[in-house]
Nanobody, 127 residues
Framework: QVQLVESGGGLVQAGDSLRLSCAASGGTFSSYAMGWFRQAPGKEREFVAAISWSGGSTYYADSVKGRFTISRVNAKNTVYLQMNSLKPEDTAVYYC????????????????????WGQGTQVTVSS
């Protein structure tokens, strides 16, 4: 199966942008649906965005819709999360995750359906 490594996190001010990357290795990246999740201190890990294996379908949490964009380049074994208009409440550790056999919207947004996870990258948004 694939291994995942996130990068691109950092400290930014409210209103700024960041692009997170998640590089995959060791497997057939194009066969996996990919998701981004985040976990703030003291909170559960929550769904942020997901993309189908082909890139043809994308899904977003309501809290980021219109501000974040998920994309993938299968030739580069990489999935991205472009984050614009960042808010302090976006502060969290961001994780990418991979899964196979996704069928429904509920599959894509469910943390339990993903079986490969990266180590996370910290995003801090100051006010």
């Amino acid at each position: 199966q694939v291994q995942l490594v996130e990068s691109g996190g950092g400290l930014v001010q409210a209103g700024d942008s960041l692009r997170l990357s998640c590089a995959a290795s060791g497997g057939t990246f194009s066969s996996y649906a990919m998701g981004w999740f985040r976990q703030a201190p003291g909170k559960e890990r929550e769904f942020v965005a997901a993309i189908s294996w082909s890139g043809g379908s994308t899904y977003y949490a309501d809290s980021v819709k219109g501000r974040f964009t998920i994309s993938r380049v299968n030739a580069k074994n990489t999935v991205y999360l472009q984050m614009n208009s960042l808010k302090p409440e976006d502060t969290a550790v961001y994780y990418c995750a991979a899964a196979r056999g996704m069928v429904s919207y509920n599959d894509y947004i469910s943390r339990a359906r993903y079986d490969v996870w990266g180590q996370g990258t910290q995003v801090t948004v100051s006010s």
